[in-house]
T-cell receptor, first 115, second 112 residues
Framework: NAGVTQTPKFQVLKTGQSMTLQCAQDMNHEYMSWYRQDPGMGLRLIHYSVGAGITDQGEVPNGYNVSRSTTEDFPLRLLSAAPSQTSVYFC??????????????FGPGTRLTVL | LAKTTQPISMDSYEGQEVNITCSHNNIATNDYITWYQQFPSQGPRFIIQGYKTKVTNEVASLFIPADRKSSTLSLPRVSLSDTAVYYCLVGDMQGGGNKLTFGTGTQLKVEL
């Protein structure tokens, strides 16, 4: 198993550009999520999904879109990049249990810089 | 939202036991408490999860009092490689238990 994979590892964008961060998992996990982590800070939830075709907002969703067409993939789209979106982005996946989420597996992260 | 509060930083020496406490006053009935470890430039890694009383695995113990308004992660005999940020999470039932929020974490520094 590759676990959770993220591409690209590094990306530099100019203000106003759009791009998609890719996330894939091969563990057949129902639950997937995107977090951002600013320097010296904790992780903040952007969007999450409890299964294919179902997504919902986290605490910082503005400026980002997601879709979940398959169980394996959960791409994150930046619509019009802004310097405030400079951050490290982590994707995570987990089995969805009856009483909440158990262990989340995190990808290696994508380091995004917006100039 | 079930928010958590942890100390910003802690220092310890190799071989000592380290206890990191997390406060979560608004924890909901069905919420679980989960702890993660994060090294620089890496994604967080699951350490332990519990609902009440005590849970132990090969790397840590988790103590949860009866009121569940706090929890304590215990790391026995820490080493230099345990230097990391430790996060306490509580499941948020507003999102069906799936809207998990990380707090600011505790930076643990272990010295010789």
């Amino acid at each position: 198993n590759a676990g959770v994979t993220q591409t690209p590892k590094f990306q530099v964008l100019k203000t106003g550009q759009s791009m998609t961060l890719q996330c894939a998992q091969d563990m057949n996990h129902e639950y997937m999520s995107w977090y951002r982590q600013d320097p010296g800070m904790g992780l903040r939830l952007i969007h999450y999904s409890v299964g294919a075709g179902i997504t919902d907002q986290g605490e910082v969703p503005n400026g980002y879109n997601v879709s979940r067409s398959t169980t394996e993939d959960f791409p994150l789209r930046l619509l019009s990049a802004a310097p405030s979106q400079t951050s490290v982005y982590f994707c995570a996946s987990s089995y969805r249990r009856l009483a909440g989420v158990r262990e989340q597996f995190f990808g290696p992260g994508t380091r995004l810089t917006v100039l | 939202l079930a928010k958590t509060t942890q100390p910003i930083s802690m220092d310890s020496y190799e071989g000592q036991e380290v206890n990191i406490t997390c406060s979560h006053n608004n924890i909901a009935t069905n919420d679980y408490i989960t702890w993660y470890q994060q090294f620089p430039s890496q994604g967080p890694r699951f350490i332990i999860q519990g609902y009440k009383t005590k849970v132990t695995n090969e790397v840590a113990s988790l103590f949860i009092p009866a009121d569940r308004k706090s929890s304590t992660l215990s790391l026995p005999r820490v080493s230099l490689s345990d230097t990391a940020v430790y996060y306490c999470l509580v499941g948020d039932m507003q999102g069906g238990g799936n809207k998990l929020t990380f707090g600011t974490g505790t930076q643990l520094k272990v010295e010789l």
